[in-house]
């Protein structure tokens, strides 16, 4: 199992970028697949991007495809979510999460997850 630990959020107009970051510590492997989610008030937690760490492959949800990057450094054990062209439906808690094996978007397969950090996005 791995700990995650994520920063970045904040407020931004739309239009906007923001960087976010989730660093990893502990049971780190390169076969892990690493994702991001988001939850709005009152939504169901969804799948926002993932990578892997083996190869890089990465996968985003349709609704921020094209907007937002997801990247790793492996050196640093951290990954990242660049979001740009923000938009006020992109305010929401966003997660970092961490499983075995090849991607998903389902949140019940992720094994371990960080605190969650606030992305807002004005109009």
């Known amino acids: 199992q791995v700990q995650l630990v994520e920063s970045g959020g904040g407020l931004v107009q739309a239009g906007g970028s923001l960087r976010l970051s989730c660093a990893a510590s502990?049971?780190?492997?390169?076969?892990?697949?690493m994702g991001w989610f988001r939850q709005a008030p009152g939504k169901e937690r969804e799948f926002v991007a993932a990578?892997?760490?083996?190869?890089?492959?990465?996968y985003y949800a349709d609704s921020v495809k094209g907007r937002f990057t997801i990247s790793r450094d492996n050196a640093k054990n951290t990954v990242y979510l660049q979001m740009n062209s923000l938009k006020p439906e992109d305010t929401a808690v966003y997660y970092c999460?961490?499983?075995?094996?090849?991607?998903?978007?389902?949140?019940?397969?992720?094994?371990?997850w960080g605190q969650g950090t606030q992305v807002t996005v004005s109009s």
């Open positions: 990578i892997l760490w083996s190869t890089g492959s990465t």
């Open positions: 502990g049971r780190t492997f390169s076969t892990n697949t």
């Open positions: 999460a961490a499983k075995l094996g090849s991607w998903a978007k389902q949140k019940e397969l992720y094994d371990t």
